[in-house]
């Protein structure tokens, strides 16, 4: 699996370069100016929403280690329903080859809703920062375990100035000592090691309490029920990043509802 990770990382550097041929750095970052304001991401995401959580509903047909999950849907289709069901925001999975996404799906989706709009993708390169932008991001996803330190401060500093936000993704007590030195404030603790591609439910609730205040945390993977927000949001977690459960249900509206909702139903109830 570790090898299957440095395949996709491999796989990507190919990509951009494919990409940087069609459409240079320069062109690409003359594209930015015109793309929409940003809305912000950290803000609504600072506080519990309405239900005492927040989802960023994530739109993914397909992933690396479980295959396809809903290869047909339309983005714009599923977006809308995020929002209506509550999502505080969306995040577009924009990789093709193990995703089956885009960033075509990323500029409908902001013209559809009024949620923020997160890239989430293997970003290596401030060209896929220029792309996240010029499509409409904003926000992008930056893993910390994938790039030295001195990359993830060259890509963060770029995120800032396109007025963009960064949600930085770790998993290791090692990763949130390096976001933390760097001032990262949207820190997303990933319960999927991406060496091994297993998941650990725990993972969220054990590393928030090494979080700064000024840190906001978000649990990501392995949020399949209401159980599992209970799990994180009794560890003081109130922001969930959830996509293939979403895809999967047969009815991804209803089941944003009881993600939102349902955890509160069996909590603090004492014995007896």
């Known amino acids: 699996m570790h090898d299957f990770l440095q395949q996709i990382l491999e796989d990507k550097k ?39 959580v927040n989802i960023i509903a994530e739109i993914k047909r397909a992933s690396p280690s479980r295959g396809p999950i809903c290869p047909e849907a339309d983005a714009v289709r599923v977006a809308r329903k995020y929002q209506q069901g509550g999502a505080a925001a969306i995040s577009v999975l924009t990789d093709a080859k193990y995703f089956r996404g885009s960033l075509e799906d990323l500029r409908r989706v902001k013209q559809a809703v009024a949620l923020p709009v997160m890239r989430k993708d293997f970003i290596l390169d401030q060209y896929q920062v220029f792309e996240a932008r010029a499509a409409g991001a904003d926000a992008v996803l930056l893993i910390a375990r994938i790039m030295p330190s001195a990359k993830l401060t060259a890509l963060l500093d770029l995120v800032r100035k396109l007025e963009m936000e960064a949600l930085v993704e770790i998993h290791r ?100």
């Open 173 to 272: 007590v090692a990763d949130l000592e390096v976001v933390t030195a760097m001032d990262v404030s949207l820190v997303a603790i990933n319960n999927r090691d991406l060496e091994t591609f297993k998941t650990d439910p725990d993972t969220a609730p054990r590393l928030v309490s090494r979080l700064k205040s000024w840190q906001v945390a978000v649990a990501a993977s392995a949020i399949a029920g209401a159980a599992d927000i209970r799990r994180s949001r009794e560890a003081g977690i109130h922001n969930f990043l959830v996509g293939e459960s979403l895809m999967r249900a047969p009815d991804c509206l209803q089941h944003l509802k009881e993600l939102l909702h349902g955890w509160k139903k069996s909590t603090f109830l004492s014995p007896g």
């Open 14 to 52: 190919k990509e951009i370069e494919l990409r940087r041929q069609k459409i240079p750095l320069e062109s690409l970052r003359q594209l930015c100016p015109a793309a929409s304001p940003c809305r912000s991401l950290e803000k609504v995401l600072a506080k519990p929403g309405p239900a005492g």
